[in-house]
């Protein structure tokens, strides 16, 4: 009975707190999307909407069969209190993921140019700015594989603390100086940047606790 209590009481404030933290994060995401569509022209908003889909194309090509298979034997060796099993196959998967996420950015890189022949010059400025934000997304899911195999909620606030980051820049724009693609594509950037950093702090702190 105890073991079912302990069960449902995890269950129910897992979904709790996802549930504050992805209203809380839908909220300022939808005032960031007001700023931005308010400020950017259609052409500027169609070119934003592309590089945001070339990364998110990028990061898809880091996931896969992959991740499940290694997020299920990671769950199973934490299960069973094999710390050492766990830590190589982690360290592994992100040594993986590390290298193919350089590959994909080099390749953004050397063909930003080519995309330029088509929708413009700047174009290649604003996807190689964003493609650094590729580097923060994959160490994101690399983190959060850790954190669904050992059942931990508390980070589910990384996501809205990245997107704070990111309206309290666009309005620092607004307010001090301009806002343009340019300016939405740093502040994009900066937003994975510090969610990366918050997401770090996190980890760091469970996998002390689980696999040190």
């Known amino acids: 009975m105890s073991n079912n209590y302990s069960f449902h009481k995890k269950f129910i404030e897992g979904e709790y707190i996802s549930g504050f933290w992805n209203i809380a994060g839908y909220a300022v995401t939808a005032v960031n999307s007001f700023i931005i569509i308010y400020f950017l022209s259609l052409r500027e908003f169609g070119l934003y909407q592309l590089i945001l889909s070339v990364i998110a194309f990028a990061e898809s090509l880091t996931a896969g069969f992959l991740g499940d298979l290694v997020s299920t034997d990671f769950s199973k060796y934490i299960g069973r209190g094999e710390k050492g099993l766990a830590r190589k196959l982690f360290f592994e998967y992100a040594l993986f993921k590390a290298i193919l996420v350089l590959v994909l950015i080099i390749i953004l890189f050397f063909s930003a140019g080519l995309v330029a022949n088509h929708y413009g010059k700047d174009i290649a400025l604003f996807l190689r700015v964003a493609a650094v934000a590729l580097i923060f997304r994959v160490g994101l899911s690399v983190q959060g594989l850790f954190f669904d195999g050992s059942i931990y909620f508390k980070a589910q606030s990384v996501s ?7 309206a309290l820049f666009i309005i620092g724009s607004v307010i001090f100086y301009k806002l343009g693609i340019l300016e939405i594509i740093l502040a994009y950037v900066v937003g994975h940047l510090f969610s990366f950093i918050f997401s770090s702090f996190y980890f ?7 696999l040190a």
């Open 160 to 166: 809205f603390l990245g997107e704070l980051v990111k």
């Open 204 to 210: 760091y702190s469970l996998f002390r606790k689980t």
